[in-house]
């Protein structure tokens, strides 16, 4: 194939590990940014893509991304303000890439949203529109599903969760049940595999993730990895509403459902949680824990009040 694959969100976590995997393949990438400046836009252009700049809230800006791709692979950008995700915002902006494909003549588009809390139905509702625009009009859609990523270890918990700040992993998830995950780097596997065959990913839909710790599992595997103490705490108060209210879904018994044995048979190299310690992830984790916090008034916050409010402390089980 001469044709590039346009990824967006190139800049980002997702379309940045999925755009260095296909080049190491030897794919011509075309990365579509806002800014061809940046750090990542220019590291990006380094190692081999096209930049092409576009907005999704213009869609005439899209057109000459689109022209001449083999392929996309599609992140639409997932704006998030005081009251939760902007479900509309997000799905006109996912058409809008749907419909910059389908004037460009391209056939396969693999989109990555987000997994899903119900076997029948994406759950997220922005996502859902998108998935079900692309399936309607592309032919050859794939939809990726991934779960948490386990870089969110490495993010500054300046929402009250995530992230490890002074030692202590923040979350709603139950302490001693198993809580999926996936690496970026096998998002990026399954996205290749896809443009690798289009006919067999073609109208699929995967729920992805890589393992399964419980998360006070995943702290004892980063305090041992690392050689610095973590625990996790279960946050069950304190935090934006719509965090809460997904916390009381879990607890109903909503959850991700990634199958990750049929996963593994499709992708025999998928990382587990050990794995990406050992590869990356401890290193990460020492050199994020090393760096200062921002100060406070710099900080984003979606939390109505703090301190964060009731937290439940848990040692490792034993055993």
């Known amino acids: ?39 990542a836009a220019v590291a990006l252009a380094t190692a081999g893509a096209e930049l092409v700049t576009g907005d ?3 869609p005439t800006s899209l057109r000459p991304a689109f022209d001449g791709v083999a392929a996309v692979f599609a992140v639409p950008t997932a704006p998030f303000g005081p009251n939760g995700p902007a479900d509309e915002t997000e799905a006109a902006r996912g058409r809008a890439l749907v419909d910059a494909a389908v004037a460009a003549g391209v056939e396969q588009v693999v989109l990555s949203t987000v997994a899903s809390m119900s076997r029948s139905e994406q759950s997220a509702k922005g996502k859902a529109e998108i998935e079900r625009y692309l399936v309607d009009r592309v032919a050859r859609p794939t939809v990726l599903r991934p779960v948490r990523f386990v870089t969110n270890y ?14 202590v ?30 006919e067999r990913y073609a109208g699929r839909t995967l729920e992805l993730a890589g393992d399964q710790p419980t998360p006070v599992e995943a702290a004892a595997a980063i ?25 009381r879904r879990w607890a109903a018994g909503e959850r991700w459902h990634a199958d990750i ?24 984790s020492r050199a994020r824990r ?20 009731r937290t439940v402390h848990y040692p490792r089980k034993a055993g």
């Open 1 to 39: 194939m001469t044709d590039p694959i346009l990824v967006t969100g190139a800049t980002g976590r997702q379309g940045g590990a999925t755009a260095r995997r296909l080049l190491a393949d030897g794919r011509p990438v075309r990365a579509l940014v806002r800014d061809t400046t940046t750090a």
């Open 261 to 284: 044995e049929a996963l593994r048979v499709i992708h025999p190299g998928l990382r587990a949680f050990g794995t990406w310690l050992a590869e990356s992830g401890a290193e990460a």
């Open 154 to 167: 490495l993010l500054t918990g300046d929402l009250g969760l995530e992230g490890i700040v002074d030692g």
């Open 223 to 247: 305090a041992a990895a690392t050689g610095s103490p973590v625990r996790y705490e279960q946050v069950t108060t304190g935090v934006h509403p719509m965090i809460i209210e997904t916390g």
């Open 169 to 198: 992993h923040r979350h709603f998830f139950p302490p001693h049940e198993p809580m999926q995950v996936i690496t970026l780097e096998d998002i990026a596997d399954f996205a290749a595999l896809a443009f690798a065959d289009p």
């Open 56 to 58: 999704f809230d213009d």
């Open 290 to 309: 090393a760096r200062p916090r921002r100060p406070a008034c710099q900080r984003i916050r979606l939390r109505r009040a703090r301190p964060l409010g």
